[in-house]
């Protein structure tokens, strides 16, 4: 079977899927190619900012849509096992909270508009060829052909096409290890919880009245050494955060086990080695301190589709455009490695010093620092 598509995205997780959703609206074929054998969400919650709430509204996507099955957080607590409130921080934007989602109902939502027959599920590439300066030519393993004029990898860090990458290399030097479930809890519903006693941090995220994503991260540790720690000892430790810890350490798992992920950052690169165009994680894998990289995804997804709308499938015209975003996700990845930093201070006394720091700091301060965090995004998308 040979097939003619305009574009074809390597990869089926948030980036490849909302990339599609955007290609769908304004009327670009596509094929989507992912190794899995079937469409599932890879991890447990996850929070998207107002920028990745107004990049999937820019894509098409029906967004948190009616369904309630979704939190919208508008503060945060930061403490200690001491005192699970030292300080209260509003998150989000007026009018446009940060979603808490089970990643398992976002991925249902990009789903919703696509073509199942625009889906090669259980399958990869097995050989390409540029069979000119403008069309590319794929072969996957089930002897499908499909000819293209743009190749578009959203497969995440880990992928053969992003070579320059060295994964293992850097999961091997990576010292921050998180876990991630989800469980049956009860929380208030705008309220994100995120608690430090210097080496671990736990996060606690209402996705529901009765479900919660939880993370814990540990700093200064091997993978090595995190896979030999038995999940009787993860919750242990997670009891040992007060009553926020105890009540989540206790609570039934719901929809995920206990998934352990080394954390790494790499360079920010739009192209592949080949032809191809990078998005996501394969274009700039990211410590995730600040829960920002599913809306950065997005963010690509959403600038990706303004650029072929503005340009056609001119693919130098669209790695120019993606390549304008350099600045922010560089910025956005300093933050992050710096808030990681912060937040894994070591000791009790330097631990509850920076959250009451953090307590006396102007609330025009950090609602101007929120804003920040996405206002160049808007720019962008208003410039296009």
């Not at 079937?38 to 447990?44: E, F, T, Y």
């Not at 919880?193 to 996060?203: F, M, S, T, V």
Request: include cysteine.
């Amino acid at each position: 079977m040979t097939l003619k598509k305009d574009v074809v995205i390597i990869g089926a997780e948030l980036a490849g899927l909302s990339l599609a959703n955007g290609l769908e609206k304004i009327g670009v074929s596509y094929a989507i190619v992912e190794q899995k054998p079937a469409a599932s969400a890879s991890g447990a919650g996850i929070l998207i900012h107002p920028s990745g709430a107004v990049a999937l509204e820019t894509l098409g996507v029906p967004f948190p849509g009616n369904d309630r099955e979704w939190c919208g957080l508008t503060e945060m607590r930061f403490g200690s096992p001491r005192n699970d409130s030292i300080v209260k921080v509003p998150i989000g934007e007026v009018g446009r909270p940060v979603i808490s989602v089970h990643r398992r109902k976002l991925h249902e939502i990009l789903l919703t508009n696509l073509h199942t027959e625009t889906v090669f599920f259980g399958c990869h590439v097995d050989s390409f060829a540029s069979a000119s300066p403008v069309r590319h030519h794929i072969s996957l393993n089930d002897g499908t052909e499909i000819d293209t004029a743009l190749i578009v990898v959203a497969s995440g860090a880990n992928t053969a096409l992003r070579t320059d990458l060295d994964q293992p290399k850097l999961i091997n030097q990576s010292s921050q290890m998180v876990w991630r479930w989800t469980v049956d809890a009860s929380l208030p519903s705008q309220t994100g919880y995120e608690l430090h006693d210097g080496q671990w941090r736990l996060g606690v995220f209402p996705l529901s009245e009765k479900q919660c994503y939880i993370f814990l991260a540990a700093n200064r540790m091997s993978l090595n050494e995190a896979k030999q720690i038995p999940p009787s000892e993860i919750m242990a430790r997670v009891g040992r955060f007060g009553p926020i810890g105890e009540q989540t350490a206790n609570a039934n798992f719901t929809g995920t086990n206990v998934l352990l992920h080394a954390i790494f950052q790499g360079p920010v690169k739009w192209e592949g080695n080949n032809e191809e165009i990078l998005i996501g994680d394969s274009a700039h894998p990211m410590l995730p301190n600040l829960g920002m990289g599913g809306s950065l995804a997005f963010e690509d997804s959403a600038t990706l589709v303004s650029a072929i709308r503005c340009t056609g499938l001119d693919r130098d015209a669209i790695v120019q455009r993606l390549t304008q975003r350099t600045r922010r996700v560089k910025a956005l990845a300093r933050q992050s490695s710096m808030y990681g930093a912060l937040a894994h201070l070591p000791g009790n006394l330097l631990t509850d010093l920076k959250l009451h720091s953090l307590r006396l700091a102007p609330s025009f301060f950090i609602r101007s620092s929120q804003r920040r965090l996405y206002s160049e995004f808007y720019k962008a998308m208003e410039r296009s």
